[in-house]
C-alpha cells in the first residue's frame, strides 16, 4: 500500500507579480521554481518518497508509509510558509492506495480527472498573509511596503527591506557561467545555462531592471520599449489527465520529456533570436538583451526590447514544431505523441460509458502546440497591467484558433507621442503562426514574408495610408482611389503599386483588404525598430 501526496499553484500568479520591479517579479519566479523543482523533491526523497510530478507548479509524490507522507507534507508547507508566505497554494490530504491511478479515482471517481487532482481545485485556498496592520513598532519594507522589513536587511540606496524582498533580490542574480550545482539547476537556470554556452563574452549580467536592456554609455542611454511575451501549451489539463492514466515511472518520464522538450525549444529559439552581437554594454558591463519571468511547465513569460519580439515569435514556434512532430516526439516520450493521445482518449472515453458516466471532453488531439501573446509598451508601464492584458491576448488567440496550433494574438500599446490606431482599427488577429486561419486569414509567417516585401516604404508613407486608413472609415474603394493618385502608384515595382496588385492583400470581392493592411503595417511598424 502506498501513499500520496499532491500540490499546486499557479504559475503566474499574485505571488510574482505582487511588485513591479524586475529584479522582484524574477527573483520571486526564481524561488517559486527552486522550491518546486529541486527542494519539494528533496523533502520527499529524504522521507523515503518517490517524485511522480515536480515542476510547473505542479507536485505529487509517493510514499511508503502514512508517518513519512505526513511528515513531508509538514515540511513542505513550512517551507512555502516560511519562504513566501503570500503564496496561493493547495496541498491534498494523503491519500492511501495501491497505484496513483486508484488515488485518483478513489476520492471522487470521476473520469478522467483522478480524484487527488480534482481534490486540489476544489480545495479552499490557503492563504497564509501575516496580516500586518498599522503598528508603531514595526518599520515596514521598503519596497513592496507589505512585510515588517528584518533587521541587517538592506537593498540599494539602504533601503530597509523585508526577508522576502531580500530573498527575491539575493534570487535575481542567477550566475548564469558558472551556476553553483550543476545537478540541481531549475528549468530557467538551465536554459540560461544553454543560452550562455557558445557565447564568448564572460562575465555576461541578467537584466535586474528594464532599463538594463538597453545600451549605456556614461550619459547617454538608448531606452527603447519592451516587449513581453506571453505563452503556454493547448489543452494542457486534458493532456495532463490522459498522462496521469500511465504506469507511475511512465507519469515521471512523460513530464521529464516535456520539460526537456520546452527547454530545448526555448534554449534553441534564445540562441538564434539574441547571438553574441546583441549583447547590450552599459559602461563596459555586458547584458543579455532579455529576460525570463517564468519558465517552468509549459508556461513561458518573457521579456525584451520590442525590435526583437517578431523574430523570436517565429523561432519558437518554429522551434516548437520541430520538435512536435509525431517522429521526432518519440525521442521524448510517446504519451506526447498525437497517436497515443487519441488512443488513450478513446479508452477513457470507454471506460466512462461503461460506467454510465458523463462524457462531455472532446477526444481529439491536434497535437502538442501553444497559444501566445505580446504586449509592446513602455518600461514604465506596469507589469500587472500587461500580464493582465496578455492573459486576456492569449485566450482569445486560443479561442479563436480552437487551440488547434501554434497562435499568437497581440497589442502594441499607445505612448504619449504616438497614438495607438489599435482601437480604432479593425485589424486581423489573432493568427496561427503557421498557417492560414480557415482560410480567412493570413499566417504570422506569410505576415512576415510580406514585412520584408514591402518594408522598404518609408516610415512616414506607412504612417500616412493608416492615417488615410481613419480618415476613410476603413473604406476598401476610398482608400485605393486615394492610392492611385500617389506618385508612385504609376512606378512600376514600386511598393505602392505592388500593392495594389496584390491577391494576398485583396478580399474574396477584389477589394483590398482593410483589416489585413492594418496588421500588416502595424507589423511594418514593428519590424522597423530592428533596423
Ligand atoms: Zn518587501
Redesign the pocket.
Known amino acids: 500500500m502506498s501513499y500520496y501526496l499532491s500540490f499546486q499553484y499557479s504559475a503566474i500568479q499574485k505571488t510574482v507579480l505582487r511588485?513591479d520591479r524586475l529584479w522582484s517579479i524574477a527573483g520571486i519566479s526564481q524561488i517559486l521554481s527552486y522550491m518546486n523543482e529541486i527542494e519539494m523533491r528533496k523533502i520527499t526523497e529524504d522521507h523515503g518518497g518517490t517524485v511522480i510530478i515536480a515542476g510547473g507548479g505542479k507536485y505529487t509524490a509517493r510514499f511508503d508509509s502514512e508517518e513519512n507522507a505526513e511528515k513531508a507534507k509538514k515540511e513542505i508547507i513550512e517551507l512555502i510558509s516560511t519562504r513566501l508566505p503570500m503564496l496561493e497554494f493547495q496541498i491534498s490530504s494523503v491519500v492511501q492506495a495501491n497505484s496513483f491511478k486508484e488515488a485518483g479515482e478513489k476520492k471522487l471517481g470521476e473520469n478522467p480527472y483522478p480524484g487527488i487532482i480534482h481534490e486540489l481545485n476544489e480545495k479552499k485556498r490557503c492563504f497564509r498573509g501575516y496580516g500586518v496592520t498599522f503598528n508603531p513598532h514595526f518599520a515596514v519594507?521598503e519596497?513592496?511596503?507589505?512585510?515588517p522589513?528584518e533587521k541587517g536587511l538592506y537593498g540599494p540606496e539602504n533601503k530597509r527591506?523585508?526577508r522576502?524582498?531580500y530573498d527575491a533580490r539575493e534570487a535575481r542574480k542567477i550566475s548564469i557561467q558558472n551556476p553553483k550545482d550543476e545537478n540541481n539547476l531549475t528549468s530557467m537556470e538551465e536554459i540560461y545555462k544553454n543560452y550562455v554556452k557558445p557565447l564568448s563574452i564572460r562575465g555576461l549580467h541578467i537584466p535586474s531592471l528594464m532599463n538594463e536592456m538597453f545600451p549605456k554609455d556614461g550619459e547617454k542611454e538608448e531606452i527603447g520599449r519592451i516587449a513581453v511575451w506571453m505563452s503556454d501549451m493547448n489543452r494542457m489539463n486534458d493532456m495532463i489527465s490522459l498522462w496521469l492514466r500511465q504506469e507511475e515511472k511512465e507519469i515521471l518520464s512523460t513530464f521529464d520529456s516535456l520539460k526537456r522538450l520546452f527547454i530545448d525549444a526555448i534554449s534553441e529559439t534564445l540562441k538564434s533570436v539574441f547571438p553574441e552581437d546583441s549583447i547590450v554594454k552599459r559602461d563596459g558591463e555586458f547584458f543579455i538583451p532579455f529576460r525570463l519571468i517564468v519558465a517552468g511547465g509549459d508556461d513561458l513569460c518573457i521579456v525584451m526590447p520590442d525590435k526583437y519580439i517578431l523574430d523570436f515569435v517565429k523561432a519558437y514556434s518554429s522551434e516548437i514544431k520541430k520538435r512536435t512532430d509525431e517522429q521526432k516526439l518519440k525521442e521524448y516520450h510517446f504519451a506526447l505523441t498525437r497517436a497515443w493521445l487519441e488512443e488513450e482518449a478513446e479508452k477513457a472515453k470507454k471506460e466512462a460509458e461503461k460506467e454510465n458516466k458523463p462524457v462531455k471532453k472532446e477526444y481529439h488531439y491536434s497535437g502538442i502546440s501553444f497559444g501566445g501573446s505580446f504586449i509592446v509598451t513602455s518600461i514604465h508601464a506596469p507589469f500587472t497591467r500587461i500580464h493582465a492584458l496578455g492573459e486576456e491576448l492569449m485566450s482569445e488567440a486560443k479561442k479563436v484558433t480552437e487551440r488547434k496550433g501554434n497562435s499568437v494574438n497581440w497589442r502594441v500599446l499607445s505612448t504619449d507621442e504616438e497614438s495607438s490606431s489599435d482601437e480604432i482599427l479593425r485589424a486581423e488577429k489573432p493568427l496561427f503562426v503557421e498557417e492560414s486561419l480557415h482560410g480567412k486569414t493570413l499566417s504570422f509567417n506569410k505576415y512576415m514574408e510580406l514585412c520584408d516585401e514591402y518594408g522598404t516604404m518609408s516610415g512616414s508613407r506607412v504612417h500616412q495610408i493608416v492615417n488615410k486608413i481613419i480618415e476613410f472609415h476603413q473604406d476598401p474603394e476610398k482608400l485605393k482611389t486615394w492610392l492611385l493618385t500617389l506618385p508612385e502608384a504609376s512606378n512600376t515595382g514600386s511598393p505602392v503599386q505592388r500593392m495594389l496588385l496584390d491577391e494576398n492583400l485583396k478580399d474574396q470581392d477584389g477589394r483590398l483588404n482593410i483589416p489585413r493592411l492594418v496588421t500588416l503595417f502595424e507589423l511594418i511598424s514593428l519590424k522597423k525598430r530592428s533596423e
Do not use: M, P
Not at 519596497?143 to 512585510?147: G, S, V
Open positions: 511588485h519594507c519596497e513592496c511596503e507589505e512585510y522589513a527591506l523585508c522576502i524582498c
